[in-house]
């Protein structure tokens, strides 16, 4: 193609290596190859062909913790699919457009900027309209990621859409559609109070993993860490922690920030509550890790992450002035980013206190 001028056949060509490097858990070179494949769309000029390759780009870019990229790439999208949900719609997603909503509404949470709640009921809105294709990759990106990340709560409504999600792909025979909607539903159930539907959730998990090894392996680690974390629940602490300190290492080894923020999250809460020998010490080695991760750039998720771990910490120690200043902190961060699950995590640390 380069050896021909044809950029544009260059251009989709790229997006072929940007996914196998995505599903490898490449997210260095992938974010390095998707930013040269948008500013050669750019170059290009084309609307059609920008808002309809950008999704592939916005995953890299979640990888590689790239959000300021995802954010001005989704407004850019936004703006030329002019409220059209299908322009853009011959690369395999029928709205490209509530792709880039659900995209904007990410960086904006990650971020702490206003806006995201609306994003992401808009994209799963317009998804519920489109294929059964884009629905379960507009769920994954909004309910099954935010709920993942504290940003919402795994509430019956949520369960609902997903569920129907589920039966949609089903019922149409959509492959890539039943994917990514029983992976959504997995990590859901898996954030529900109720016993059976944790259960529930870790049979779709082990399922998940299965396929994943030959279609996804650069989700394998994420998926281990989510099982791994409920087993942990049911008390088997010490099968957990050597399968979330694995996977940590593998999505910090291979750059994987959008996924190792919430993985160092995990490994702390693990091992803070399994409280064996050297584990305050690990957990704190950890924190200190997930501090320095992209310090010079003003990630809320980061932040939020911190506060409540580093409360954690202090509970952990004995240090009760140190916790409840910095539980208040918590609380009061996640009260002013609207994060439902942050908020329920932060009210549970005040439970009991006179």
């Known amino acids: ?33 998707v930013s040269e494949q948008m500013a050669l769309l750019e170059s290009i000029g084309d609307p059609t062909l920008t808002i309809g390759l950008a999704f592939i780009a916005f995953a890299n870019w979640f990888a590689g913790g790239e959000f300021g990229e995802i954010s001005r790439w989704s407004q850019t999208v936004i703006d030329l699919a002019a409220g059209d949900p299908a322009k853009g719609a011959g690369f395999g997603m029928g709205s490209p457009l509530a792709i880039a909503v659900a995209f904007r509404g990410v960086a904006r949470w990650w971020l702490g900027r206003p806006g995201w709640w609306q994003d992401l009921d808009n994209a799963v809105a317009m998804a519920r309209n489109s294929d059964p294709a884009t629905l379960g990759v507009v769920l994954t990106w909004t309910y099954g990621l935010a709920i993942t990340y504290g940003v919402l709560r795994a509430d019956d409504s949520a369960l609902r859409v997903i569920e129907e999600a589920v039966q949609t792909a089903q019922i149409a025979s959509s492959d890539i559609a039943l994917i990514f909607a029983e992976y959504s539903l997995g990590g859901t159930l898996l954030n529900r109070d109720a016993a059976a539907d944790r259960h529930r959730g870790l049979e779709l998990m082990v399922q998940a993993r299965e396929w994943q090894r030959e279609r996804m392996p650069s989700l394998v680690p994420v998926t281990g ?4 974390r409920e087993k942990a629940k049911r ?27 919430w993985g160092i999250g995990v490994l702390v809460d693990t091992l803070l509550e399994r409280a064996a020998n050297g584990d305050m010490a690990e957990a704190q080695e950890a924190i200190d890790r997930l501090a320095i991760l992209r310090a010079d750039e003003d990630w809320a998720m980061r932040e ?4 409540r771990l580093r409360a954690l910490m202090a509970q952990a120690r004995g240090d009760n002035s140190a916790y409840w ?30």
């Open 225 to 228: 860490m989510l099982a791994a």
């Open 304 to 307: 939020i992450t911190l506060l």
């Open 235 to 261: 008390g088997d602490s010490d099968a957990a922690v050597p399968v979330i300190r694995q996977a940590v290492n593998e999505l910090e080894q291979a750059g994987w920030l959008g996924y190792g923020v």
């Open 325 to 354: 200043d910095l539980a208040e902190r918590y609380r009061a961060m996640a009260e002013s980013l609207g994060f439902e699950g942050h908020i329920a995590w932060a009210d549970a640390m005040f439970e009991g206190r006179e």
């Open 1 to 33: 193609c380069a050896a021909a001028g044809d950029k544009v056949s260059l251009a989709i060509g790229m997006s072929a290596m940007a996914v196998e490097l995505l599903y490898a858990g490449r997210a260095r070179e992938g974010s390095r190859l």
